[in-house]
């Protein structure tokens, strides 16, 4: 898959701000659709700039992505966060990595609540005994 550093953080800001949770892309997951395969982004660490820029530099003409929100069928939204972003990052400095970061120093006894295997959890078992 082509996804790269700013989709990862994109993704993990819209989770936040628009479907209320904390939920951010993988560099490997298993399919859903297939037991035995597993999928990988290659690109996971990869800066969008650099992607660019290699492009451009390389002289290769790159294909225009087939997916729904690259054709702006679906709204808008994915573009407002990575403006959100940009502006952020004048204020905030390397605030992109510190998004990225996030989803790996997440404090579990800090957090309300969170799903496991498709089960909920909540702060509150730990007071059950």
Known sequence: LG?????????????????GNFKTMLPKLKSSNYEKMQIIRPL?????????RFIQNSGIMP?????????????NK?????????????EYQEVEKSIFKAANNVY??????WEQDGVRHSF??????
């Open 78 to 90: 994915r573009y407002e966060i990575k403006e959100l972003i940009k502006n952020l990052g004048e």
């Open 108 to 113: 579990l006894d800090s957090v309300l609540g």
């Open 44 to 52: 996971y660490y990869i800066r969008e700039e650099s992607i660019i």
């Open 124 to 129: 509150l078992e730990k007071f059950e005994d």
């Open 63 to 75: 294909l225009n992505c087939a997916c729904m929100v690259a054709a702006k069928k679906t709204g």
């Open 3 to 19: 996804h790269h550093f700013d989709d990862v953080i994109e993704t993990t800001m819209l989770n936040l701000l628009c479907a």
